[in-house]
């Protein structure tokens, strides 16, 4: 369904409530924080909506808000306890208000996409981070999108320029990022090599790997020939590593990994990545990933067609979120967990 065109100051409707349930954490720490707390309502600024959250979609970058690590990033999120602290990033929802200036979206529509605090009641979210959810889209669905989708429709197409009968490895093919990142491989007709737990390695190949790893027991370079193209979500391997298994012009998208230690997790191979690209033939690189209106919107049509299909391992309420961080951080989950308040 298209955005309306109708254009609005702002405009909250009037039986809203003033405040809402949310799961928050007050200190950094792990999930024995968490609380659910009732907290004011949020409206939306200028350029944002307010969503009424149907799904949030519970990815990593969740639980490193949640402890505060690498503490390299509290920079950006507060330096002695978080500055937002209402958990949650990606949303899916329908827009019950909207800010100053918004002109494409009015309240009923269904979006997707991303929200600071999404694991509450209600959440604001910038135009500019949201997309219509498509109807044969259900919101849990759509809620995978925002960060875990897009992350891997970034790394394995946009920046990887993965091609028809490439041979490529997804380190971490079974979590949120993974498990779209596979898919995405394998449905642009690359031959995919996908490392996981020796436990996840059925629901790996049923997401479309042809050959599956157990990371525990394979090392790097038993993984198979030279690749060309490595998409690493997961572990820590040195970027030397990494280049190694590379065919002489094949390419390295550095996600993401835990185990980089507690102060800069793991973003100093990012660094190394970038200086290492300057001597070889080889591309070696990594992705950050940027929320957009466009980008969700090309993957849930994706999905709306069911090329695509996001992994979704539970669906829980609010008050079980910190359950479901527990099971995330000890790696537990096959796709990932979706909170519906
Ligand atoms: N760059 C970006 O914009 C961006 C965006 C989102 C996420 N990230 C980062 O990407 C990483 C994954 O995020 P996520 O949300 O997908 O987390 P997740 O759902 O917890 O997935 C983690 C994945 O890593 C795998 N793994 C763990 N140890 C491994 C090892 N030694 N070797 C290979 N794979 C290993 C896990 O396999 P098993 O579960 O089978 O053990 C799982 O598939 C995190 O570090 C996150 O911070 C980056």
Same mark, same amino acid.
């Given at each position: 369904?298209?955005?309306?065109?109708?254009?609005?100051?702002?405009?909250?409707?009037?039986?809203?409530?003033?405040?809402?349930?949310?799961?928050?954490?007050?200190?950094?720490?792990?999930?024995?924080?968490?609380?659910?707390?009732?907290?004011?309502?949020?409206?939306?600024?200028?350029?944002?909506?307010?969503?009424?959250?149907?799904?949030?979609?519970?990815?990593?970058?969740?639980?490193?808000?949640?402890?505060?690590?690498?503490?390299?990033?509290?920079?950006?999120?507060?330096?002695?306890?978080?500055?937002?602290?209402?958990?949650?990033?990606?949303?899916?929802?329908? @827009?019950? %208000?909207?800010?100053? $200036? +918004? !002109? &494409?979206?009015? /309240?009923?529509?269904? =979006?997707?996409?991303?929200?600071?605090?999404?694991?509450?009641?209600?959440?604001?979210?910038?135009?500019?981070?949201?997309?219509?959810?498509?109807?044969?889209?259900?919101? @849990?669905? %759509?809620?995978?999108? $925002? +960060? !875990? &989708?897009?992350? /891997?429709?970034?790394? =394995?197409?946009?920046?990887?320029?993965?091609?028809?009968?490439?041979?490529?490895?997804?380190?971490?093919?079974?979590?949120?990022?993974?498990?779209?990142?596979?898919?995405?491989?394998?449905?642009?007709?690359?031959? +995919?090599?996908?490392?996981?737990?020796?436990?996840?390695?059925?629901?790996?190949?049923?997401?479309?790997?042809?050959?599956?790893?157990?990371?525990?027991?394979?090392?790097?370079?038993?993984?198979?020939?030279?690749?060309?193209?490595?998409?690493?979500?997961?572990?820590?391997?040195?970027?030397?590593?990494?280049?190694?298994?590379?065919?002489?012009?094949?390419?390295?998208?550095?996600?993401?990994?835990?185990?980089?230690?507690?102060?800069?997790?793991?973003?100093?191979?990012?660094?190394?990545?970038?200086?290492?690209?300057?001597?070889?033939?080889?591309?070696?690189?990594?992705?950050?990933?940027?929320?957009?209106?466009?980008?969700?919107?090309?993957?849930?049509?994706?999905?709306?067609?069911?090329?695509?299909?996001?992994?979704?391992?539970?669906?829980?309420?609010?008050?079980?979120?910190?359950?479901?961080?527990?099971?995330?951080?000890?790696?537990?989950?096959?796709?990932?967990?979706?909170?519906?308040?």
């Amino acid at each position: 369904m298209p955005p309306s065109s109708q254009e609005s100051s702002v405009t909250v409707e009037p039986d809203l409530p003033t405040t809402m349930r949310a799961v928050t954490r007050r200190v950094y720490g792990g999930p024995e924080v968490v609380d659910i707390e009732q907290v004011p309502r949020p409206d939306p600024g200028p350029g944002e909506v307010l969503v009424k959250v149907a799904a949030a979609g519970l990815d990593r970058a969740t639980l490193h808000l949640l402890t505060g690590l690498p503490y390299a990033a509290r920079a950006a999120f507060g330096l002695r306890r978080p500055r937002q602290p209402v958990l949650g990033q990606q949303v899916a929802g329908q @827009v019950v %208000a909207v800010g100053e $200036g +918004v !002109s &494409g979206y009015a /309240a009923g529509d269904r =979006v997707f996409g991303t929200a600071a605090g999404s694991l509450a009641e209600f959440a604001v979210a910038d135009v500019a981070t949201v997309a219509t959810t498509p109807e044969s889209v259900s919101d @849990v669905e %759509a809620s995978t999108i $925002g +960060v !875990s &989708g897009l992350t /891997a429709l970034g790394a =394995v197409v946009t920046q990887g320029r993965v091609q028809k009968g490439e041979r490529v490895l997804v380190l971490g093919g079974s979590g949120a990022v993974g498990s779209f990142a596979v898919q995405l491989a394998a449905r642009h007709g690359a031959e +995919v090599t996908a490392a996981c737990s020796g436990a996840k390695t059925e629901f790996v190949a049923g997401l479309g790997a042809h050959r599956t790893v157990d990371y525990r027991t394979t090392s790097l370079a038993q993984m198979g020939d030279p690749f060309d193209l490595i998409i690493d979500i997961g572990g820590n391997r040195s970027v030397g590593r990494l280049r190694s298994a590379l065919r002489p012009e094949g390419r390295l998208v550095i996600v993401g990994g835990e185990g980089g230690g507690p102060m800069l997790g793991g973003i100093q191979r990012n660094f190394w990545a970038s200086i290492a690209n300057r001597f070889t033939r080889r591309e070696l690189g990594w992705f950050f990933s940027r929320t957009t209106s466009q980008g969700c919107a090309q993957l849930a049509e994706e999905i709306s067609t069911r090329t695509i299909v996001p992994s979704i391992d539970r669906i829980v309420g609010l008050a079980e979120a910190s359950r479901a961080l527990t099971a995330m951080q000890r790696g537990e989950l096959r796709g990932q967990a979706v909170i519906c308040p």
